[in-house]
């Protein structure tokens, strides 16, 4: 029986659920725990997201029952090892961050926030009375933990963050602005980024929940990412102890340190967003008839899903290969910067694909793929953009810095 022949006569029906696109057959690869990692991943995607995601994403509302059921599952961690978190090699947790893309961007986005720089920047850069009291609970979503680097004034060049933090005794008083601020609204505990007044060095800071000083707005009108909040965040006079100093944190080169880290996450976000809109118009494709026959049946239809999927095949292999040289502890800046530059670009040219093949019923909420087009431009912009990436990169190549 054909793909044409087997699927049933309504178009949306089902479309999101995963095709298990593995053209390269690198699944066999995979360990028992790396399957596990993969396949509750999946289940909880097709269980629990997608029933009821695109309620939440038009509504603009962030899911925190799905965000906690996430935690419950066993799936926030990002790798760390210890402290509550469960146990995940660099594949694995890639392979977490793919799949839970392919459900969604927000939630997706939600888990790198939360686990891949807010947890991250506590186990890389925190003492051991840090990690012990925030690791556990954030591992399990019982405490939503944020990271305020970005100014309004400085994305790209965040390395000249204007935040300063103050010595004044026993404490630190920080002062100034952040914007585009994951979970800034919601965070039990935010990693501020600030500028120390001492030795102009930038260190990071956790600032609890209800700390006098610490306003943040909700960014409203997104196009992207509707289902999990950004903030602006004001911060005046927010005063913390000194022993909420992260103190591995001693000068930028720790927070790109951090970033380094989740910057590969990215290239599998990517990933999960592109396997989502190929899958979606291959099974659309299927079912759609015009002029008679199945899409699928026209050579030029062929043509385009094949296409597709030579970009979503070379993207699993830049994946793959970051998570291996991860394994290995070889993992350097500019390679996961390459693979996040090239797979947030193909997976953009993948998702205009899908939804000019859909037609019209492209741009609606159902057919999941409008959703992931709009959610690809964040991934496309966050933890630093395809001019950056490519700028490092070509410093790299070359010894020549085109950028300050």
């Given at each position: 029986?054909?793909?044409?022949?087997?699927?049933?006569?309504?178009l949306?029906?089902?479309?999101g659920?995963?095709?298990s696109?593995d053209?390269?057959?690198?699944?066999?690869?995979?360990?028992?725990?790396?399957?596990?990692?993969?396949?509750?991943?999946?289940?909880?995607?097709?269980?629990?997201?997608?029933?009821?995601?695109?309620?939440?994403?038009?509504?603009?509302?962030?899911?925190?029952?799905?965000?906690?059921?996430?935690?419950?599952?066993?799936?926030?961690?990002?790798?760390i090892?210890?402290?509550g978190?469960?146990?995940m090699?660099?594949?694995?947790?890639?392979?977490?961050?793919?799949?839970?893309?392919?459900?969604?961007?927000s939630?997706?986005?939600?888990?790198?926030?939360q686990?891949?720089?807010?947890?991250?920047?506590?186990?890389?850069?925190?003492?051991?009375?840090?990690?012990q009291?925030?690791?556990?609970?954030?591992?399990?979503?019982?405490?939503?933990?944020?990271?305020?680097?970005?100014?309004?004034?400085?994305?790209?060049?965040?390395i000249?963050?204007?935040?300063?933090?103050?010595?004044?005794?026993?404490?630190?008083?920080?002062?100034?602005?952040?914007?585009?601020?994951?979970?800034?609204?919601?965070?039990?505990?935010?990693?501020?980024?600030?500028?120390?007044?001492?030795?102009?060095?930038?260190?990071?800071?956790?600032?609890?929940?209800?700390?006098?000083?610490?306003?943040?707005?909700?960014?409203?009108?997104?196009?992207?990412l509707?289902?999990?909040?950004?903030?602006?965040i004001?911060?005046?006079?927010?005063?913390?102890?000194?022993?909420?100093?992260?103190?591995?944190?001693?000068?930028?080169?720790?927070?790109?340190?951090?970033?380094?880290t989740?910057?590969?996450?990215?290239?599998?976000?990517?990933?999960?967003?592109?396997?989502?809109?190929?899958?979606?118009?291959l099974?659309?494709a299927?079912?759609?008839?015009?002029?008679?026959?199945?899409?699928?049946e026209?050579?030029?239809?062929?043509?385009?899903l094949?296409?597709?999927?030579?970009?979503?095949?070379?993207?699993?292999?830049?994946?793959?290969?970051?998570?291996?040289?991860?394994?290995?502890?070889?993992?350097?800046?500019?390679?996961?910067?390459?693979?996040?530059?090239?797979?947030?670009?193909?997976?953009?040219?993948?998702?205009?694909?899908?939804?000019d093949?859909?037609?019209?019923?492209?741009?609606?909420?159902?057919f999941?793929?409008?959703?992931?087009?709009?959610?690809?431009e964040?991934?496309?912009?966050f933890?630093?953009?395809?001019?950056?990436?490519?700028?490092?990169?070509?410093?790299?190549?070359?010894?020549?810095?085109a950028?300050?």
């Open positions: 029986m054909t793909l044409a022949e087997g699927i049933g006569n309504d949306a029906e089902g479309i659920r995963a095709l696109t053209y390269f057959q690198l699944r066999e690869e995979l360990s028992p725990e790396q399957m596990d990692h993969l396949l509750r991943t999946r289940a909880f995607v097709e269980d629990r997201v997608l029933p009821v995601i695109n309620g939440y994403w038009e509504r603009a509302e962030f899911p925190r029952e799905l965000a906690e059921e996430l935690g419950a599952a066993g799936l926030v961690g990002d790798g090892e210890g402290y978190c469960p146990p090699d660099h594949l694995s947790a890639g392979l977490v961050h793919m799949e839970l893309n392919r459900g969604d961007g939630l997706g986005t939600f888990l790198g926030v686990a891949g720089l807010a947890m991250k920047s506590i186990a890389m850069l925190g003492s051991e009375e840090q990690k009291r925030w690791l556990p609970p954030m591992a399990r979503c019982e405490a939503l933990g944020a990271f305020a680097l970005t100014e309004p004034d400085h994305g790209s060049d965040s000249a963050l204007e935040t300063s933090a103050r010595k004044d005794g026993d404490s630190y008083v920080l002062n100034g602005s952040k914007k585009w601020i994951g979970n800034g609204t919601v965070a039990d505990v935010v990693v501020v980024w600030a500028r120390d007044t001492d030795d102009g060095q930038v260190k990071g800071f956790l600032v609890e929940k209800g700390t006098p000083g610490y306003r943040a707005r909700r960014i409203e009108g997104k196009g992207s509707r289902a999990v909040w950004q903030a602006e004001e911060l005046q006079d927010v005063r913390v102890p000194a022993e909420n100093h992260l103190p591995g944190s001693r000068s930028f080169k720790d927070t790109g340190a951090v970033l380094a989740t910057r590969g996450s990215c290239a599998w976000m990517a990933l999960g967003h592109a396997v989502a809109g190929y899958e979606a118009a099974t659309y299927g079912r759609r008839k015009q002029f008679g026959k199945p899409l699928v026209f050579q030029l239809i062929q043509e385009r094949v296409g597709m999927l030579a970009k979503v095949t070379a993207m699993q292999l830049y994946c793959r290969r970051l998570a291996d040289l991860g394994m290995a502890g070889r993992v350097e800046p500019t390679l996961a910067g390459l693979a996040k530059a090239h797979n947030t670009s193909t997976a953009r040219a993948v998702l205009a694909e899908a939804r093949l859909l037609g019209g019923n492209g741009i609606l909420l159902d999941h793929v409008i959703r992931h087009m709009a959610d690809i964040s991934i496309h912009t933890e630093g953009t395809e001019t950056i990436q490519t700028l490092i990169v070509g410093r790299d190549i070359t010894g020549a810095s950028f300050a």
